[in-house]
């Protein structure tokens, strides 16, 4: 590479003027260094963060990685910022809909002042001016490797750390340390350089997520096992990798999470609750409600018990240098969002832990920090052996996971089934409620 | 205590006091011992495993009601939750399908009087530190009588094998791909005692009264099906078997007064005469 390296330290930036083909190329970030521990650790300013109603559609679809405007259904006009009517045509027929994220970078600029906290810490701080091909120009965060107008230019929308949808001006083709641009790394929660904390590595589900976890560059992995009598395959193979530490942690035992807690939730930085307890009845099937409450104690208390736990230790380390704590991932289900009936105790349990996610997002969300939902359809593990194929491969929820961090996405439904269920879902739930009850 | 017995033994031998003022005596001057031969409740101590799909015994948890804060501002309680058979536990014959029709056979109908009785220990330590699957015999009780003298009717029998003292519960567990392997008596030894012996009831160091690979015996788990069968009893999870003698102990084992209950967690003492 011939191509001047952009320095991704504070106070040091590159403003390039002239063609794309001069873009310079990110740096790849060193290991941070230890930090110093007389000084106080910094607390989060978060970036403004007030959106009206209308503009929250904007952020629910980035939230699950989209990239959606307003199109007129009358004049078929996109545009941006969200209003109530067509800027066009005054119609209130407004669809949020899938746009190409193609540009043109019609200029830039380097912020070097702002009264804005969030920014003021960040400077200096790249924006630009892009014409979409859908349609609006629009402002967006700079990637580092972007160069200077004209050029062509992809544009993302993703979440920030206020946990509102903004634009970002990605590089047409990214380097291969594109990741580690100053910028996108506030904007993100790339597992690279952190330490993370997966509550579950008996099952295949919780090995393939430590393997992609080490594979994405973590610092360190922490990894739970619960009843360590019970002598499950893989285990010992996790074991020996160089970045995981085996802890014990049963997530029906508060004084388990109490105390690895106390150990280390001062230095995680990415939670990964994917312990789960998963049986095949419903009401029927079954007499009692031992299975139903073991099901419940694991997958809705067992996160009650982490988020008690684990989330205060979060927030106070959430703009705590390049690799602070960044985010929390729940493994959930697509049941969570209507039951499917032959799993229906498992069903109730995951939309139980679904809401309770949905109220440790708000509360994470002052600190910055994410919370990841994943919503997988049938995974292919023991407890879906009569569950006919397609069924999710453990690793490929892995990846699902690791996408989702480093692309800043909150809400992922990986695999066909859950994008099926999904669309169902959103086109009619009580349509979905049905067909699902015939399915058992 | 008000008044002070200067010899209790000998106004008992006299006939001149009461027998519970002799024990009452004996217990304040140390000529009795009280020893524990209970574990800890715990939420680390292990649980009964079965298959995944089968009914599960739940792991002793505890919770805190409030600790001398704004939950409860002079108090501290807790709320805790296990299974009947969860920790040092005694199991009631209705605990198995061969005792289930058997008068008084679950915790809250046996009577109380059965609840203190003389227990003997058999010592299978060595062997069991040889063979985690060691089988208590025939041969090892009679070996047992030889030294000591004929197992009384209505006594307890205990199996001592020091497994108590493997404080980490893997270990304690002790589960390979085959299952578990703890020590146990043999189908032969458990019939004997039963049949020969008259035993009140047979107690374990392990998870269970039967051996760990218990299932693979005939008939499966068999100190269950014979001891419960007969309306006798089980004591697991015991601990300090050691500091027992081989005879002279009387263990005290009231199990909780659970209805139809069939068995539960309880604190298990052995009354121990000390050698002067």
Same mark, same amino acid.
């Given at each position: 590479m011939t191509s001047p390296v952009m320095?991704?330290?504070?106070?040091?930036?590159?403003?390039?003027?002239?063609?794309?083909?001069?873009?310079?190329?990110?740096?790849?970030?060193?290991?941070?260094?230890?930090?110093n521990p007389v000084l106080r650790t910094r607390q989060i300013n978060l970036p403004p963060g007030a959106r009206g109603?209308?503009?929250?559609?904007?952020?629910?679809?980035?939230?699950?990685?989209?990239?959606?405007?307003?199109?007129?259904?009358?004049?078929?006009?996109?545009?941006?910022?969200?209003?109530?009517?067509?800027?066009?045509?005054?119609?209130?027929?407004?669809?949020?809909?899938?746009?190409?994220?193609?540009?043109?970078?019609?200029?830039?600029?380097?912020?070097?002042?702002?009264?804005?906290?969030?920014f003021r810490e960040r400077l200096p701080w790249r924006l630009g001016l892009v014409r979409l091909d859908a349609g609006p120009t629009v402002m967006v965060h700079l990637h580092g490797e972007v160069g200077g107008e004209p050029g062509r230019i992809r544009v993302g929308a993703r979440i920030d750390r206020a946990g509102m949808a903004v634009l970002i001006g990605y590089p047409e083709q990214g380097s291969a340390h594109m990741a580690d641009d100053r910028m996108l790394r506030e904007m993100t929660s790339d597992p690279r350089f952190r330490k993370v904390l997966v509550t579950d590595g008996k099952s295949a589900v919780g090995q393939a997520i430590v393997r992609a976890f080490v594979e994405a560059g973590a610092d360190l992995v922490w990894v739970g096992h619960?009843?360590?009598?019970?002598?499950?395959?893989?285990?010992?193979?996790?074991?020996?990798?160089?970045?995981?530490?085996?802890?014990?942690?049963?997530?029906?035992? *508060? #004084? !388990?999470?109490?105390? &690895? $807690?106390?150990?280390? @939730?001062?230095?995680?930085?990415?939670?990964?609750?994917?312990?789960?307890?998963?049986?095949?009845?419903g009401i029927a099937a079954r007499r009692g409600t031992d299975v139903a409450r073991a099901e419940m104690d694991i997958n809705y208390f067992g996160l009650l018990r982490l988020a008690?736990?684990?989330?205060?230790?979060?927030? *106070? #380390? !959430?703009?705590?240098? &390049? $690799?602070?704590?960044? @985010?929390?991932?729940?493994?959930?289900?697509?049941?969570?969002?209507?039951?499917?009936?032959?799993?229906?105790?498992?069903?109730?349990?995951?939309?139980?832990?679904?809401?309770?996610?949905?109220?440790?997002?708000?509360e994470m969300r002052p600190a910055g920090i994410r919370v990841v939902n994943v919503f997988p359809g049938p995974i292919d593990d023991d407890w879906n052996q009569h569950v006919p194929p397609p069924k999710l491969a453990p690793i490929a929820l892995a990846n699902a996971i690791v996408k989702a961090l480093r692309d800043g996405v909150e809400d992922v439904y990986p695999g066909d089934v859950a994008q099926e269920w999904l669309a169902r879902w959103r086109d009619n739930p009580k349509v979905l409620e049905r067909e699902l009850a015939g399915e058992g | 205590m008000n008044q002070v017995v200067d010899d209790p033994l000998a106004s008992a031998v006299a006939n001149t006091t009461p027998l519970l003022s002799v024990l009452v005596g004996a217990l304040a001057t140390g000529r009795i011992r009280v020893i524990d031969l209970t574990q800890t409740l715990t939420p680390g101590f292990p649980q009964i495993a079965l298959p995944p799909e089968m009914g599960q015994c739940w792991p002793f948890r505890i919770e805190e009601v409030s600790r001398y804060d704004e939950r409860g501002p002079g108090w501290y309680w807790?709320?805790?939750?296990?299974?009947?058979?969860?920790?040092?536990?005694?199991?009631?014959?209705?605990?198995?399908?061969?005792?289930?029709?058997?008068?008084?056979?679950?915790?809250?109908?046996?009577?109380v009087a059965r609840f203190v009785a003389p227990a003997c220990v058999i010592?299978?330590?060595?062997?069991?530190?040889?063979?985690?699957?060691?089988?208590?015999?025939?041969?090892?009780?009679?070996?047992?009588e030889a030294e000591h003298g004929r197992i009384p009717p209505g006594a307890w029998v205990l199996m001592r094998t020091d497994w108590s003292k493997r404080l980490d519960p893997e270990a304690y567990q002790n589960f390979d791909e085959t299952g578990q392997h703890t020590p146990g008596p043999s189908a032969e030894a458990a019939r004997f005692l039963v049949e020969q012996r008259d035993v009140l009831g047979f107690g374990s160091e392990a998870i269970g009264t039967d051996a760990g690979q218990g299932y693979h015996l005939r008939p499966p788990y068999p100190c269950h099906y014979y001891m419960h069968g007969a309306g006798r009893y089980g004591l697991q999870c015991l601990c300090n078997l050691d500091l027992l003698p081989p005879k002279g102990a009387v263990l005290i084992c009231p199990p909780l007064k659970i209805e139809k209950g069939s068995g539960s967690p309880l604190r298990v003492i052995a009354l121990v005469e000390t050698t002067a």
């Open positions: 320095k991704t330290t504070a106070n040091t930036t590159t403003r390039t003027t002239t063609h794309t083909t001069t873009a310079p190329v990110t740096a790849a970030i060193d290991k941070p260094r230890r930090k109603r209308v503009a929250l559609g904007f952020t629910a679809a980035a939230a699950e990685g989209r990239f959606a405007l307003q199109a007129c259904e009358r004049c078929a006009a996109v545009q941006y910022p969200p209003r109530e009517a067509c800027h066009r045509c005054l119609s209130t027929e407004l669809t949020w809909r899938d746009q190409p994220d193609g540009g043109h970078l019609v200029c830039t600029t380097t912020l070097r002042h702002s009264n804005d906290l969030f619960a009843e360590p009598w019970k002598k499950l395959g893989g285990l010992d193979d996790i074991g020996a990798l160089p970045q995981v530490t085996l802890v014990p942690l049963d997530l029906t035992d *508060g #004084r !388990s999470v109490t105390e &690895l $807690a106390g150990e280390i @939730a001062g230095k995680v930085d990415i939670v990964v609750n994917n312990a789960e307890v998963h049986r095949t009845f008690q736990e684990f989330g205060p230790a979060l927030k *106070g #380390r !959430s703009a705590d240098g &390049l $690799a602070s704590a960044t @985010a929390w991932v729940n493994l959930l289900s697509i049941y969570a969002l209507s039951s499917f009936p032959t799993h229906g105790t498992f069903s109730a349990s995951k939309a139980a832990a679904y809401s309770l996610s949905q109220c440790l997002r708000a | 807790n709320n805790f939750s296990c299974g009947e058979h969860t920790g040092t536990h005694f199991d009631a014959p209705i605990h198995w399908i061969s005792g289930r029709d058997l008068p008084n056979n679950a915790v809250d109908t046996i009577p010592d299978c330590a060595a062997a069991s530190a040889a063979d985690h699957d060691y089988l208590m015999t025939v041969a090892d009780i009679e070996r047992y």
